[in-house]
Antibody, heavy 128, light 110 residues
Framework: QVQLLQSGPEVKKPGASVKVSCRTSGYTFSSHAITWVRQTPGQGLEWMGRISGYNGDTLYAEEVQGRISMTTDTSTNTAYMELRSLVSDDTAVYYC?????????????????????WGQGTVVTVSS | QSVLTQPPSVSAAPGQKVSISCSGGTSNIGINYVSWFQQLPGTAPKLIIYDTVKRPSGIPDRFSASKSGTSATLDISGLQSGDEADYYCASWDVTLTIVMFGGGTKLTIL
């Protein structure tokens, strides 16, 4: 079965960086992107961006552009999300999720769908 | 971040039916599929509707959804206590090139 297992909680000081991992299993890693979503306390969901499991192409939300990096390790089917220059507003639960799916046809790579399976979430607390 | 518009809360008695609306625009719901997620307290969101009307395996047919123009609706019939959760809609926005989420709707079973 499809599983996404995230790293444990983090406590960081303002200005520091955090790197969250998302180890996947149960499917072909290259057939999907990994999307990162965060949820601030008591608030809704915020899309942060995605990285292709096929070729590593990334797409980031404007709100975190310049502070975020998403990477993958295809040898372990693991995705990583690093957020730099942390501020208190970055305190949130960070989720990785599978999707969209990636379809490779001659001369084109297309994505389909949104998100299906989610990781369990990683609590990141930014506090001095 | 831009969000799709959902009512903050809805409530209904066990066995009843409830509808949750999700309003967007021509660059998201108007031309793209909609997904719906259920988030039980203290857990990660779970996909319950994808491609606007389809249910993943294991999701009961008490959950159904539809779309009209730039708005989508999630219907839950035969309400059970276990349905008490937050529900989020989502759709890809072609102009902003982001996934837009609704602000979430808290379903309370009376």
């Amino acid at each position: 079965q499809v599983q996404l297992l995230q790293s444990g909680p983090e406590v960081k000081k303002p200005g520091a960086s955090v790197k969250v991992s998302c180890r996947t299993s149960g499917y072909t890693f290259s057939s999907h992107a990994i999307t990162w979503v965060r949820q601030t306390p008591g608030q809704g969901l915020e899309w942060m961006g995605r990285i292709s499991g096929y070729n590593g192409d990334t797409l980031y939300a404007e709100e975190v552009q310049g502070r975020i990096s998403m990477t993958t390790d295809t040898s372990t089917n693991t995705a990583y999300m690093e957020l730099r220059s942390l501020v208190s507003d970055d305190t949130a639960v960070y989720y990785c999720a599978r999707g969209p799916s990636i379809v490779v046809i001659p001369g084109r790579i297309i994505t389909e769908g949104l998100i299906d399976y989610w990781g369990q979430g990683t609590v990141v607390t930014v506090s001095s | 971040q831009s969000v799709l518009t959902q009512p903050p809360s809805v409530s209904a008695a066990p066995g009843q039916k409830v509808s949750i609306s999700c309003s967007g625009g021509t660059s998201n719901i108007g031309i793209n599929y909609v997904s719906w997620f259920q988030q039980l307290p203290g857990t990660a969101p779970k996909l319950i509707i994808y491609d606007t009307v389809k249910r993943p395996s294991g999701i009961p047919d008490r959950f159904s959804a539809s779309k009209s123009g730039t708005s989508a609706t999630l219907d839950i019939s035969g309400l059970q206590s276990g349905d008490e959760a937050d529900y989020y809609c989502a759709s890809w926005d072609v102009t902003l090139t982001i996934v837009m989420f609704g602000g979430g709707t808290k379903l309370t079973i009376l």
